[in-house]
């Protein structure tokens, strides 16, 4: 079984910055890819940000240039800087990770979303 648990959301104004944190726990042989969604209020999940084990990164182009993600392979976190937030950033963020398992299996783990809410 594997855990994904995020935290860091919170409300912060228009300009401002906020952490997340994600950490995978459970019986985790290796993680590829790590990355961040988010779910606005009636709107689909969109990526944010996604980082492989080697360090490629790659985010929508909604957040670039405002926004970075970082990992620790040794730890299995993943953490997302966010600055200069605006209110379209308003959403639940939810950690993602594509988790080696077991007899060659993976698993696409999804934490239970952390909520960000920007205030202009």
């Known amino acids: 079984q594997v855990q994904l648990l995020e935290s860091g959301g919170g409300s912060v104004q228009a300009g401002g910055s906020l952490r997340l944190s994600c950490a995978a726990s459970?019986?985790?042989?290796?993680?590829?890819?790590m990355g961040w969604y988010r779910q606005a209020p009636g709107k689909q999940r969109e990526l944010v940000a996604t980082?492989?084990?080697?360090?490629?990164?790659n985010y929508a182009d909604s957040v670039k240039g405002r926004t970075t993600i970082s990992r620790d392979n040794a730890k299995n976190t993943v953490a997302l800087q966010m600055n200069s937030l605006k209110p379209e950033d308003t959403a639940v963020y939810f950690c993602?990770?594509?988790?080696?398992?077991?007899?060659?299996?993976?698993?696409?783990?999804w934490g239970q979303g952390t909520p960000v809410t920007v205030s202009s």
């Open positions: 993602n990770a594509n988790v080696n398992l077991r007899w060659f299996t993976t698993l696409d783990a």
């Open positions: 459970g019986n985790i042989l290796g993680i590829n890819t």
């Open positions: 980082i492989t084990s080697v360090g490629r990164t």
